[in-house]
């Protein structure tokens, strides 16, 4: 592309603007484009679909994402009582979102979002409304940052008592340089015992010549770098947790609602796991 282009964004009245390069793709509005949302640009588009050309199944494997992490959720609420989720990474706001899927359950449940996207930080506060007895709120804050990370959860959540940590779909833009193992660990041991981590991390070892094709497309227009990783590997966020069944899977087959969404394309490991 022939130079940076670059937009304001005011996501409440009143609040300074967000610079955004819009010449550069960044993931969070990848996926929305894949979602078909609106929150894009023409570079995110054209990232967007040189990863469809590398595979075809994309867009449905990223729609079995948003089906596990309605799913997790739902569990989470529903069976395991959980109340507060930390949903760290969570892009531009669409339908089916942890609050959505945990407030319909347990209208009085907290969620605080993270992420460090420039447009995220532009429209989330203005779409992630809460439920009337919940509390919703967004945070711009880097994952790597752990003691940030820490610190703003604890302006609304009560660390002392069990949270849902959701890691959904962002560990792959940490490369194995920075330790996300590492990362992650130090957030669980924040957390109180009961609490919850939830994973997806696209694969390595499922369809792996056109995953690889893939991330190396989507490494090269994007700012984010993608770091594919095993079943292996991605296990070992899950190290000192007790996974629930069925384990570290392909994401449709987490607890899928029948045999035919377990079939479904999916080339992301998923799982969760309790301290």
Do not use: C
């Amino acid at each position: 592309m022939a130079g940076n282009e670059w937009r304001d964004a005011a996501p409440e009245a009143g609040t300074p603007p967000v610079r955004i390069d819009t010449s550069v793709a960044h993931m969070a509005r990848v996926q929305d484009y894949w979602l078909g949302g609106r929150d894009n640009f023409a570079a995110d588009r054209h990232a967007g679909d040189e990863a469809v050309a590398a595979f075809p199944g994309l867009v449905a494997s990223v729609r079995s994402t948003r089906a596990f992490l309605a799913r997790t959720v739902g569990y989470l609420t529903a069976e395991e009582g959980i109340r507060q989720f930390l949903d760290t990474g969570t892009g531009i706001p669409t339908a089916g979102n942890t609050h959505s899927v945990a407030q319909a359950i347990a209208p009085d449940a907290l969620v605080l979002y993270m992420d460090n996207d420039p447009v995220v930080f532009a429209h989330a506060r203005g779409l992630l409304s809460s439920g009337p007895h919940g509390s919703t709120a967004y945070v711009n804050t880097d994952l790597r940052d752990t003691g940030k990370v820490l610190t703003d959860a604890t302006r609304m959540l009560d660390l002392s008592q069990p949270v849902a940590l959701v890691l959904m779909s962002v560990l792959q833009f940490i490369p194995d340089a920075e330790d996300p193992w590492k990362i992650v660990a130090t957030l669980l041991d924040a957390l109180a015992p009961g609490s919850f981590l939830v994973v997806s991390h696209p694969a390595n070892d499922i369809e792996a010549r056109v995953m690889a094709t893939m991330a190396a497309r989507l490494s090269e227009l994007m700012a984010e770098q993608v770091t594919l990783r095993s079943q292996e590997e991605v296990e070992g966020f899950f190290n000192g947790l007790r996974l629930v069944p069925p384990g570290i899977v392909r994401i449709p087959e987490w607890r899928p609602d029948s045999a035919e969404v377990a079939s479904r394309v999916g080339t992301m490991w998923g799982g969760v796991g309790q301290k």
